[in-house]
């Protein structure tokens, strides 16, 4: 009976309709025990089963001791689903037959003999759960609960986190409640809560007790008689507003109104018989959802007696049937009725359940071994828990729940002390397990927690001896580092790897030693680097491993693209895809560079069409987060390039959905490819909002050079555009934006990595352009840096149209030839198409001023006329603004070419030739020529006079 919940309700229905109209959403709805989560989720799904096309499935979680079986509640909703939909339907929703395998290990009924991919670490349940609800949701509004989330096993809680954070679907509305007063700190469903909480489409739902009127609403109803305000004042005492209490004490027939809460909960049982009770009290040790069978083989008496007491619980409602599965009216009954439980009956009943699930155990159902662990251990039974939990964390694997496996791993080490040689019984050292915490803890996406894993295995780890352990720690965490922080926070680690494998080149050591050395040619002289490279590409071949040689190689291709060897290093990726068999995560992710690399090359079409294919790989092995999604975020970035905006932002979208919440190096990635796109198509506002999403994110340039400098490029270049249509005031704060946000190419990293600042370097070089035009001093050491950056860029064709670029804009506005270099650069097919249009527009006013006014204002048209198909409305809507100024209004300035005004204005500065010469790059003597020439142009007899009609004329 629901009773005074029309806000909470409306927030559901909120999230209900959204669901049913294509907009995924989900609410966690939290509250104490007792408190009516449920029935207000009940209520909903009542609305929920009028609605067409509406799919339900329930998965509710059980407290099962410290580490429960993986996904419990997980299969409890698949299961739901399937008999909603039909075996057959969740399994085409599974799309191909690795991913139908996978979740064949969750929903037996599934297997059809296909192969499961290999226990590697990887994650693949919930991209295999992420799929099917998809899927399934195109042609159905799934409904999904999962409740009590407090008591979820570790795998169910990672699960969760991944649901909520991308909530993949069509039409997808998701429940999840949790008992808030369990929740406190500590607790791990904090952190996941946390996360979830962040996410925009997830509203949360905070239960309250009732009060006094609403506790008269409810008696009200129960008993369908106007209570008297002494009895609604009684009860509202007894139970504090807790809606459960409120009934418990209006619907016993021996309700009594003093005494504790407890009491309240346990009147239900004290009014069952013997055996009943008896059944009762067992049930709470074997906790909520255990079969009647087991229940019945562990029971001590008489099956009779249990059969007798079994019935009068359930007649009584102190217990509850779900099919064969038992579980009590409320999980507060339960707790009261543990709580009743002498020490010696309640270790007694966990012995008995302990030895039945070590049976089933042993005949192959390892699915039950964190069980039998769980009754073990209760019982006092260490030794006997330990090997379970040794047989439960080989099953969390083969399951790829990694989030449990780390947290069984931590059973293990609880256990250590207490059982005789752990280290022969777990077949591994303590060290070694805490290793592998780390790297579960890492491979279920819970980067912090791997983190705090591996510095608290670090600090207990020998100073002397387990080299090995200590090294594969440093590795761990220099993982973590490189994919989620960046290069600099990951270099920490290569010289403890170094040091602690010193001399090591066997098996055992060669996957570190590998990773170290690969990473410490990102972190040295270019030159150094490749041999580096080498070097490590050799280590690795002698390991006889592929995906030790597919890391190498891939590492390798990325020194050599920086260097501009992109075809050197297209082989390298050709060769680590050669060499993978199918289950190794360096091949495929082979596929993302070299989607990258091509992209770098200029073939756009050939990146999308190879990152399209892989797209399609990742999706039928079931990776398409882990592998899928960065290739999706490479594929829109060469369809912006492409111009081909349409279909970029669509991936875009969809890489941003599946990464979500992964990483903030992807996001900013992400947000960087849809900020150009914005940017360049004229929706500045758009690009600015992108920007100021982008700013928290954003990497240092030690971390993320690429990222950094992209960032302030994009930061230049939108100040810039603004300024195009600014007034005056405005102009010359919007030119201060610019030059501040150039500043960022005098960094350091510029220099190690010039092909990282090549969008920054265009991007400072037009700043620098507009800062003249406005009469603005050169800053020098820009200038200096943006010149040796030209200089320094790879010399490959896909790289000609930057030194180009770089070259007219420096020259300045007026060098007709320049910028026809620049045009036949940029129209070679390697640069991107904006700025194709772009070199054609500044030609084009080259032209005019050079008097073509005629192929000028053609060719002005022309890119008017395309620029928008290409992704670069900005540039047309700039080219249009400039064929109706054909008539603009000369100043006397315009009699002298743009080097000759920048002359001009260091002649009034009092700069002599020579430093005129050294400011702009030019020699003395051509300096002299320009200012003999603006002697004769403005009439002035000296530099005295021209620096006058300066101040008269150019100040602007």
Not at 116 to 127: F, M, R, S
Not at 149 to 156: C, E
Not at 758 to 768: E, G, S, V
Request: aromatic share 2%; with cysteine; charged share 25%.
């Amino acid at each position: 009976m629901l009773v005074a919940r029309e806000r909470e309700l409306s927030t559901l229905v909120d999230a209900l309709d959204a669901g049913a109209d294509g907009a995924p959403s989900a609410v966690i709805v939290r509250g104490e025990a007792g408190i009516g989560k449920s029935r207000l989720v009940r209520e909903l799904l009542d609305r929920a089963r009028a609605m067409p096309d509406t799919v339900i499935a329930t998965g509710t979680c059980v407290e099962s001791g410290p580490v429960g079986a993986p996904y419990g509640a997980v299969r409890r909703l698949l299961h739901e689903l399937a008999l909603e939909v039909g075996v057959d339907a969740l399994g085409d929703a599974a799309g191909s037959p690795r991913v139908r395998a996978t979740l064949a290990r969750l929903v037996p009924e599934l297997d059809d003999g296909a192969d499961a991919p290999p226990a590697t670490g990887v994650d693949y349940v919930a991209e295999a759960v992420e799929r099917v609800l998809e899927r399934l949701s195109v042609d159905h509004h799934l409904v999904l609960v999962l409740e009590d989330l407090h008591w979820a096993d570790d795998a169910t809680r990672g699960l969760v986190r991944t649901l909520g954070a991308t909530l993949r679907g069509s039409r997808l509305t998701l429940l999840l409640t949790y008992r808030a007063d369990d929740v406190r700190t500590g607790h791990p469903l904090r952190a996941t809560v946390a996360e979830l909480e962040r996410n925009r489409a997830i509203s949360t739902v905070d239960v309250g007790r009732l009060d006094r009127h609403e506790v008269a609403e409810q008696i009200r109803r129960l008993t369908g008689a106007e209570p008297d305000a002494a009895t609604v004042h009684a009860i509202e005492e007894r139970s504090e507003g807790v809606p459960l209490f409120v009934e418990e004490l209006v619907l016993s027939p021996d309700a009594r109104l003093t005494g504790t809460l407890e009491d309240i909960v346990l009147a239900r049982y004290e009014r069952l018989g013997t055996a009943a009770r008896a059944v009762a009290r067992l049930l709470s040790v074997a906790a909520d959802g255990v079969d009647e069978e087991l229940l019945a083989r562990a029971w001590a008496g008489r099956p009779a007696d249990f059969r007798r007491g079994l019935e009068e619980a359930l007649g009584a409602g102190a217990i509850r049937a779900d099919g064969t599965a038992l579980a009590f009216h409320h999980a507060l009954l339960r707790e009261a009725v543990q709580a009743t439980l002498m020490p010696r009956e309640r270790a007694t009943a966990h012995a008995r359940l302990a030895l039945l699930l070590q049976g089933l155990v042993d005949d192959g159902r390892r699915d039950l071994a964190a069980g039998a662990a769980h009754h073990w251990r209760a019982a006092g039974e260490p030794g006997r828990a330990f090997d379970a939990t040794v047989l439960a964390l080989a099953g969390a694997r083969a399951q790829y729940a990694m989030a449990s496996a780390a947290r069984l791993g931590e059973q293990l080490l609880e256990l250590w002390d207490e059982v005789p040689d752990p280290e022969a019984r777990a077949d591994a050292s303590a060290l070694a397990i805490r290793c592998r915490i780390a790297e579960d803890l890492r491979d279920s996406g819970q980067m912090h927690a791997a983190m705090r894993a591996i510095d608290a295995a670090l600090a207990t780890a020998p100073e002397r001896g387990a080299e090995l352990e200590r090294a594969r720690l440093h590795a761990a965490a220099m993982s973590l580092a490189s994919e989620h922080v960046g290069a600099a926070a990951a270099a920490v680690h290569v010289e403890p790897i170094e040091t602690l494998l010193r001399g090591r080149t066997d098996a055992a050591a060669l996957p570190y030693l590998v990773q170290a050395r690969a990473l410490s040619a990102h972190l040295v002289d270019r030159v150094t680097a490749m041999r580096v490279s080498d070097e490590v590409v050799d280590l690795a071949a002698t390991s006889g491993d592929p995906s030790i040689l597919s890391m190498a190689l891939c590492k390798r291709s990325t020194v050599r693209a920086r260097d501009g060897e992109y075809e050197a290093a297209l082989a390298d990726l050709d060769h680590a895809l050669a060499i993978d068999e199918g289950a190794m995560l360096w091949g495929r992710c082979a596929t993302a560079n070299i989607v990258d690399t091509l992209n770098r090359l200029g073939r756009y079409d050939d990146a999308v069409e190879a990152g399209e294919s892989a797209i399609t790989d990742a999706i039928d092995v079931g990776l398409e987060r882990r592998i899928g999604a960065p290739i999706t975020a490479n594929v829109a970035e060469a369809l912006v390039n492409a111009g081909r905006l349409d279909e970029a932002l669509v991936h875009v979208r969809r890489a941003s959905t599946l990464l979500r919440g992964e990483s903030p190096r992807w996001e900013c990635f992400l947000l960087e490819i849809e900020a150009v796109a914005a940017l360049w198509d004229g929706h500045l506002d758009r690009a600015a909002e992108l920007l100021a999403a982008e700013a928290p994110l954003l990497p240092d340039p030690e971390d993320d050079a690429e990222g950094a400098f992209n960032a302030a490029a994009l930061t230049v270049d939108l100040a810039l555009a603004r300024r195009a249509a600014a007034p005056p005031a405005e102009a010359s704060r919007l030119l201060d934006d610019a030059s501040r946000a150039a500043a960022m190419l005098l960094h350091p990293e510029a220099v190690r990595d010039p092909s990282a600042a090549a969008m920054l370097l265009l991007a400072t070089c037009r700043a620098i352009a507009a800062a003249r035009a406005a009469r603005v001093p050169d800053d020098a050491a820009l200038v200096d840096r943006a010149v040796a950056l030209r200089d320094t860029q790879p010399d490959h064709p896909a790289t000609a149209h930057v030194r180009a670029l770089v070259d007219a804009l420096l020259a300045g506005p007026d060098d007709v030839d320049r910028w026809r270099r620049a045009v036949d650069a940029c129209g070679a097919g390697r640069s991107p198409r904006r700025l194709v249009h772009e070199s054609r527009l500044r030609l084009a006013l080259a032209l005019r001023r050079a008097g073509d006014r005629r192929t000028a204002e053609t060719m002005l048209a022309e890119v008017a006329r395309d620029a928008g198909a290409d992704g670069a409305s900005l540039v047309g809507g700039w080219a249009a603004a400039a064929l109706v100024r054909r008539e603009e209004t000369r100043s006397p300035l315009d009699s002298l070419t743009s080097r000759e005004q920048e002359v001009l204005a260091l002649v009034a500065g009092g700069l002599t030739n020579p430093q005129i010469g050294a400011r702009l790059h030019i020699a003395p003597k051509t300096a002299s020529v320009h200012v003999s020439a603006i002697l004769a142009k403005v009439g002035a007899a000296n530099r005295a006079e021209a620096a006058a009609w300066f101040s008269e004329h150019g100040r602007r």
